[in-house]
């Protein structure tokens, strides 16, 4: 029995999810690793009287499968998952994965399939907009290897970060909330990065394990074409398997009309021409977590980083939308703290951020001491 896979199972269902009697769950299984916390949370599920499903996807399977199918195949699989989540009224995603090349072989122009007739249309449409959902990692040899960990310190880790206060974290949150609800112009200068955008109108939301775990993020988006100048991403970030490093946009009413990276632009480039989307902003969070200093190249850890913020090529949030739509939807971080470069974030001319800490005094709550 492991108690800390019955906490945080009991966390998921009654804090991240609100589960109630006769709900409709989808448990998904992504790597055979999660099964142990999968099992758990149905078996949790099914003692409050909800309909709980496990499924099973395996990421060799899966793999295979985009690799043989054709267009037609992508799309009536996508279908029949997307009817599958209409029928569901919380989700749960566990991952595990062993490799960050888990779909080697798959070619770019799958991947691209896959995004826009799966995972757009499943999770970005269907899952995100109507299910009470949460997706988490779940502690393997691979994620504490990427850690610079061993699989102990790892779970250690894994269960501080899953595990905080998630309640004190709420209201702590709640005066950058305000603020942010209250703010025209954000001006953001770092090493390599001088932008601005106005967040004006679009209403700033709070994520404290209520849909990834761990989580940690007070988030809102720009409005569309307000975004001007230029960012420099000092984390590495990993979409449809390629690993991107050292990330630049440069932006112009909005759109990104140049972007580069230290190697594999022309990927990035193609992943940005998915849609007119995919080169407009859909989320612009700050990143709180206290326990999670470090990146790991995955994305549920690094966007919650203490002294990060993330602006996001795509898709805009459901809570916070400013009109943007598109396939993609991808969190890339950049760390303001000291040992990073620094860097200082303005609301209205006013400075709230230098080197990653919060400097007013009314939001000074969310620095990690005091999260602990």
């Known amino acids: 029995m492991n108690i800390r896979n019955e906490e945080l199972a009991y966390n998921i269902i009654n804090n991240s999810i609100s589960l109630n009697e006769g709900d409709n769950l989808l448990v998904e299984a992504i790597g055979e690793d999660g099964l142990e916390l999968a099992k758990e949370i149905i078996r949790q599920s099914k003692k409050m009287n909800a309909e709980a499903t496990l499924n099973i996807i395996k990421y060799d399977e899966l793999r295979e499968f985009l690799i043989n199918a054709n267009e037609e195949e992508i799309i009536e699989y996508g279908k029949k998952d997307y ?8 989700y749960i995603g566990i991952s595990a994965p062993t490799s960050d ?12 399939m896959y995004n826009k007739y799966y995972t757009a249309l499943v999770h970005l449409e269907q899952r995100v907009k109507h299910t009470k959902w949460c997706i988490l990692r779940y502690p393997n040899e ?9 699989l102990d310190e790892f779970k250690d880790f894994y269960y501080n970060v899953c595990n905080v206060d998630y309640n004190k974290m709420k209201i702590a949150m709640e005066p950058l909330k305000d603020l942010m609800n209250k703010t025209d112009k954000v001006h953001i200068v770092a090493p390599e990065t001088d ?9 700033s939301e709070k994520y404290y394990g209520t849909f990834n775990i761990p989580d940690g993020e007070v988030a809102t988006c720009p409005v569309k074409n307000s975004v001007n100048g230029y960012i420099t991403y000092n984390t590495k970030t990993k979409y449809n398997d390629i690993v991107f490093e050292n990330i630049r946009f440069d932006f112009v009413d909005g759109k990104i009309v140049k972007a580069t990276a230290k190697k594999n632009s022309e990927e990035l480039n193609k992943i940005l021409d998915t849609d007119e989307g995919a080169r407009y902003i859909g989320e612009f969070a700050f990143g709180l977590n206290p326990y999670i200093n470090n990146t790991m ?19 805009a949030l459901e809570k916070s939308d400013n009109g943007n739509r598109s396939a993609i939807h991808w969190d890339i971080v950049k760390i303001l703290r000291k040992e990073f470069g620094g860097g200082e974030v303005y609301f209205d001319d006013v400075l709230i951020m230098k080197d990653g800490i919060f400097i007013l005094d009314c939001l000074k709550i969310l620095n990690p001491e005091n999260l602990k």
């Not at 009817?83 to 919380?90: L, S």
């Not at 691979?142 to 061993?150: G, H, I, P």
């Open 83 to 90: 009817e599958r989540m209409q029928k569901m009224q919380a």
């Open 101 to 112: 090349k888990s779909l080697e072989g798959v070619s770019q122009e799958k991947l691209e």
């Open 142 to 150: 691979f994620l504490a290897n990427k850690s610079n960990m061993t």
């Open 195 to 203: 932008i601005v955008f106005s967040i004006k109108g679009i209403p």
């Open 297 to 315: 190249c995955d994305t549920l850890f690094d966007e919650k980083i203490n002294g990060s913020f993330h602006l996001t090529p795509g898709m």
